[in-house]
């Protein structure tokens, strides 16, 4: 940082030069101007005879001397210093480098250091997280950070397969190491703290492929706890909160993200146990009721906003607030395609039609918005869509045996499709890379079998929120 002020100085001297030898260069051009001037006033004096003639001549070029001779002192001057009298520069310095470094050690003693596994179940394609707790000689814990701490991680102890591990000081004595295990099996954990193994290395690790919720919430019936065939959810990113159509009792399901109950709102356009999609935005909540054709926009407290149909509406099945235009999607298995509204519910376009070819849809499971505001529809293939309608991709097929759909669908904010799969007696959660959709990752539930997926949406810490239509609950899956 000196060395870049004593070079910013130096430049600083340069360009000040400069503009002193320019200021003196024009000097010295205007000095020439004038000196041409008297010369020319001069050429054929010796020929004048009239006296008044000479007398004129003498008297303007007396003038024009008298004019340039203030152009015999320089206009500029050789002077330049630097500066410091005026400013606490130089006493900051000196302060800041009494503070700049310090001389530091450690108690951390690596043979009595503990360590905790943070996720109770290591699964394959999950980040895995390990917590290392240092303790000095003593066995007191310590509170500040700064040690030397590096990780490696094989699968089956094998140098040959090595994956990369990640350490994270806490600044509390404690450091967070991650990796993501890309299968199934046993995996070591060395930890080293000054270059030396802890006595508890290596970590066995095992790593399971079955992927199950870390909690449920809900049973069938129309308590607090209770859903009857919910089908749809949205989650507001600003609080949290999860909105969870419960159909069946023609509310609205509202939990934190732990899936703990708050409040159920209750609201006209939820009448008929018909109402099938959701989405939410900063300032309200939007649904879709299928018997009445009418799209109901409502505040956080249940009240109405506003509300419009449309009189091409057959089987409105799901809809997707457009945050960046303010546009609402409707997708409608009457005409098989996705309607695109203003905020008032002006018709401004629909994406699709009835058919197999590409940009068309059969039994439309799901619509929702991707990256750069694309338009993704699920049916039996997921299609992506620009935001003017425009086909883009192709997701997925139902060619040859298999003939699975898609169900709910959501993407998250670093561009991931999470969608709904099901199969012949197999219902799977599938994470996709966009573009191209390559399956990074599925979620089995093993333990506790997704019955009827419905709809879905993701939490900013990487977590899955699943309506479970068949078991009447909503599940909770890490899936990053």
């Known amino acids: 940082m000196v060395e870049s002020r004593r070079q910013e100085l130096i430049n600083a001297v340069s360009q000040a030069a400069q503009e002193k030898r320019k200021v003196l260069e024009e000097q010295l051009t205007i000095i020439e101007g004038e000196k041409s001037k008297v010369e020319r006033e001069c050429e054929g004096l010796q020929y004048q005879v009239e006296v008044r003639n000479i007398t004129q001549r003498i008297s303007c070029l007396g003038e024009k001397l008298d004019a340039a001779s203030s152009l015999s002192e320089p206009r500029e001057n050789s002077f330049l ?30 043979s009595l250091c503990t360590y905790d596994l943070e996720d109770k179940v290591a699964v394959s394609n999950l980040l895995t997280s390990v917590l290392l707790n240092t303790v000095d000689y003593r066995g ?3 509170t500040t ?10 699968k089956d ?3 040959n397969r090595q994956l990369n591990a990640k350490v994270e000081d806490l600044g509390n004595g404690s450091y967070r190491i991650t990796f993501r295990p890309t299968s199934s099996g046993k995996y070591l954990l060395n930890i080293l703290v000054f270059e030396r193994v802890l006595r508890v290395c290596p970590i066995t ?21 209770g859903f009857l065939q919910p089908v749809a959810v949205a989650i507001d990113k600003e609080t949290d909160h999860i909105y969870v159509v419960d159909t069946g009792n023609s509310r609205i399901k509202v939990l934190t993200k732990d899936l703990e109950f708050i409040r159920h709102i209750e609201n006209e356009g939820l009448c008929g146990r018909s109402c099938t999609g959701i989405d939410v935005s900063k300032d309200c909540i939007a649904i879709v009721n299928w018997r009445t054709k009418t799209v109901t926009s409502m505040n956080f407290n249940g009240e109405t906003i506003s509300k419009f149909s449309h009189n091409e509406f057959q089987e409105p099945i799901d809809i997707a607030i457009d945050k960046e235009y303010g546009h609402y999607l409707v997708a409608d298995n009457g005409p098989s395609c996705v309607f695109v509204f203003d905020s008032l519910g002006k018709l401004l376009f629909q994406v699709g039609k009835k058919g197999n ?6 039994l439309i499971s799901s619509v929702c918005l991707g990256p750069g505001a694309s338009i993704i529809v699920a049916d039996t293939r997921i299609q992506i869509f620009s935001p003017k309608g425009d086909f883009i991709e192709e997701i997925g097929h139902s060619d040859g045996k298999n003939r699975g759909r898609y169900g709910g669908l959501s993407v998250d904010d670093e561009d991931r499709i999470i969608v709904a799969r099901s199969e012949k007696n197999r219902n799977t959660i599938q994470i996709l890379r966009i573009p ?6 599925t979620i089995d539930s093993n333990d506790s079998r997704v019955k009827r997926p419905g709809g879905i949406s993701v939490t900013k810490d990487n977590h899955v929120i699943v309506v ?3 078991h009447d609950c909503v599940k909770k899956y890490r899936y990053w």
């Not at 690790?205 to 308590?223: M, Q």
């Not at 070819?357 to 059969?362: H, R, T």
């Open 140 to 142: 007191n814990p310590r």
């Open 357 to 362: 070819g590409k940009g068309c849809f059969n």
């Open 205 to 225: 690790i095992d790593v399971t492929e079955h992927n199950n919720p870390v909690k449920t919430f809900g049973v069938r019936g129309s308590g607090k706890d």
């Open 436 to 441: 191209g959709g390559e399956v990074i990752s």
């Open 81 to 110: 210093t630097c500066d410091f009298s005026n400013s606490d520069a130089l006493s900051k310095l000196a302060e800041s480098l009494k503070r700049l470094g310090r001389v530091r050690s450690s108690t951390t003693y690596p």
């Open 468 to 470: 479970d239509l068949g």
């Open 145 to 154: 950070g700064g040690d030397p701490v590096t990780a490696t991680v094989s």
């Open 157 to 159: 102890g094998s140098p």
